[in-house]
């Protein structure tokens, strides 16, 4: 499946954005979809998964309370809601899919990726 992301900018801190992932296939639906995250001279770094059921998990470490994923299968989209944005939320944010049926939370669990969206947080 190919992936398109999109939905990053420019936004201050305590500000919202929401991402997007547009899956190039009718079965979409029956992937399961992560959102990872890049910050300029770290590793890739794991934010949420949504299963094909729509059950999801998160990074509740860095994301807690302020992230949602949420999937349109009508649209054949994963969304990400960002909400109260932090500074250290700056990264270059990459969706992902593969098929399956666990909650697959390490980069390498995935062959299909999208070409990433970047969003930067001013304080």
């Known amino acids: 499946v190919q992936l398109q992301a999109s939905g990053g900018g420019l936004v201050q801190a305590g500000g919202s954005l929401r991402l997007s992932c547009t899956g190039s296939s009718r079965t979409f639906r029956n992937y399961v979809v992560g959102w990872f995250r890049q910050a300029p001279g770290k590793e890739r770094e794991f934010v949420a998964v949504i299963q094909w059921t729509g059950a999801t998990i998160y990074n509740t470490d860095s994301v807690k309370g302020r992230f949602t994923i949420s999937r349109d299968n009508a649209k054949n989209t994963v969304e990400l809601q960002m909400n109260s944005l932090k500074p250290e939320d700056t990264a270059v944010y990459f969706c992902?899919?593969?098929?399956?049926?666990?909650?697959?939370?390490?980069?390498?669990?995935?062959?299909?990726w999208g070409q990433g969206t970047e969003v930067t947080v001013s304080s």
């Open positions: 992902a899919a593969r098929s399956g049926s666990y909650f697959y939370t390490k980069s390498s669990d995935y062959a299909s």
